[in-house]
């Protein structure tokens, strides 16, 4: 098993899809955890991560990466393995305006997903008022606001102002991720930060399990 989960890392890290599909459905066809499976497609989009910052991938290998990983979801979810549904508004995700990335949201969505929360996906360069009227729309507790350039900075904070001015920011947990860091957090008035979607998935359990969460916190 730990040979398969090695190559699985290794063929996401060389974009390979059809392996990567190939090893997936091995792996649950040998018991594997599906959780187990993701979290090592997850480890390969981070290694892509690191060669798109050296210069060796490029935008478009982001993009494959991601669509990799959606297909890799759709596999696990239509395999029939037994789920946790729970009973909570759907937390509302998405890049905010001026930004398109949209690999680690996809990623944290995927996995969100089959653990079983609900999500709404906006999709990529979302307007403030589309994340507003999602809150006023579904009544969620939580929003999630990407955003890998500069410039969505300004974008989430003015989401964060919107959702003041429409009486929706006590109610509503923001978190960021991407580029950002807790100067960015202030900066844009969030209450959490995280660059590791694993991580961003475990704090919206958190806050959506826990009846007194404490904002302002760094994951």
């Known amino acids: 098993m730990l040979k ?35 979290e090592e497609i997850r480890t390969g989009t981070k290694k892509v991560g690191e060669l798109y910052n050296k210069g060796e991938y490029f935008l478009s290998d982001l993009i494959v990466a991601s669509e990799i990983f959606k297909d890799v979801v759709a596999i696990v979810m239509q395999d029939g393995v037994a789920k946790v549904s729970y009973p909570f508004p759907p937390i509302i995700f998405g890049t905010v305006e001026e930004d398109i990335h949209d690999i680690g949201k996809s990623i944290t969505i995927g996995i969100l997903s089959y653990s079983g929360f609900e999500v709404c996906d906006l999709g990529v360069d979302v307007p403030a008022t589309a ?12 929003i999630c606001l990407t955003g890998l350039i500069t410039q969505s900075y300004d974008s989430m904070k003015k989401t964060v102002q919107l959702l003041e001015e429409a009486g929706l920011r006590q109610q509503t947990i923001v978190i ?31 806050i959506l399990f826990s009846t007194n969460e404490v904002k302002a916190e760094t994951v």
Not at 131 to 142: C, H, L, P
């Open 4 to 38: 398969l989960q090695k190559m699985l890392v290794g063929a996401m890290a060389r974009l390979d899809e059809a392996m990567v599909i190939n090893l997936v459905k091995q792996g649950l066809k040998m018991g594997i955890n599906p959780y187990v499976l993701l």
């Open 131 to 142: 994340f507003v009227d999602a809150v006023k729309q579904f009544d969620s507790r939580i």
């Open 176 to 206: 960021i991720g991407g580029l950002v860091n807790e100067t960015v957090r202030k900066y844009t008035g969030a209450d959490y930060w995280s660059t590791d979607c694993a991580q961003v998935v475990e704090l919206c359990r958190h």
